[in-house]
């Protein structure tokens, strides 16, 4: 059964805190993407990956970056954690596709600014 | 740019009700179109997709048919099952270049079957 994996399910930490996001898949995937949703404004691209250390920004890139250092593993990294980045943030990856391949989503990690 | 607009929920309906979702798109050139489901508790996953205009997505019971003139995709279910419950998003996909193969998604319906 394929999987994406992420690391935690719940999340809670401080104001100024570096927050590391982990996602795993094992499906070997070159498109690797981290969204975050939040009520009303559905999925918001944050950053994608479509190669081992290549990286490009969504469409909400400020306040986070992120790292792929292997095919299997894309980390979602907030610098210095602000409450407006109280979300939940979901992993996906997929193959690339000229119609749009299927996404494979990570259950998603809840993560609270406290 | 390329966006998505869903109807807003939450949707409430009685078990073997009909569900309509409306979603309606702008893009630039010819998208695929997509329905994502996610249950409680879950991450979201594919429900169905059409690639061309006039294609009908079809599983589970739930349809949607990609009409162009109307950039709409809307998704239909004749008779729905408390198992129905959960968040509908409508999705995009443009190719713009060969790297890289993003989904824009609409805000997502919720939606709620009682028995």
């Known amino acids: 059964d394929v999987k994406v994996t992420q690391s935690s399910r719940y999340l809670v930490k401080r104001t100024g805190e570096k927050v590391f996001l982990e996602c795993v898949q094992d499906m070997d995937h070159e498109n690797m993407f981290w969204y975050r949703q939040d009520p009303g404004l559905g999925l918001r691209l944050i950053y994608f990956s479509y190669d081992v250390k290549m990286k490009e920004k969504g469409d909400i890139p400020e306040g986070y970056s992120v790292s792929r250092e292997k095919k299997e593993r894309f980390s979602l990294i907030l610098e210095s954690a602000s409450t407006n980045q109280t979300s939940m943030y979901l992993c996906?990856?997929?193959?690339?596709?000229?119609?749009?391949?299927?996404?494979?989503f990570g259950s998603g990690t809840q993560l609270s600014v406290l | 740019g390329d966006s998505v607009t869903q109807m807003e929920g939450p949707v409430t309906l009685s078990e073997e009700a009909c569900l309509t979702i409306?979603?309606?798109?702008?893009?630039?050139?010819?998208?695929?179109l997509f329905w994502y489901v996610q249950y409680p508790g879950e991450g979201l996953q594919l429900l169905l997709k059409?690639?061309?205009?006039?294609d009908k997505g079809s599983n589970k019971g739930f349809e949607a048919t990609y009409r162009k003139e109307t950039t709409s995709f809307h998704l239909e279910k004749g008779s729905v099952q408390v198992s129905d419950s959960a968040v509908y998003f409508c999705?995009?996909?443009?190719?713009?270049?060969?790297?890289?193969?993003?989904?824009?998604f609409g805000g997502g319906t919720r939606v709620l079957v009682k028995p």
């Open positions: 999705a995009l996909f443009l190719m713009i270049k060969a790297a890289g193969n993003k989904l824009t």
């Open positions: 996906a990856s997929n193959s690339p596709g000229q119609t749009g391949e299927k996404l494979f």
């Open positions: 059409a690639t061309k205009a006039d």
């Open positions: 409306n979603c309606t798109y702008t893009a630039t050139g010819y998208p695929s």
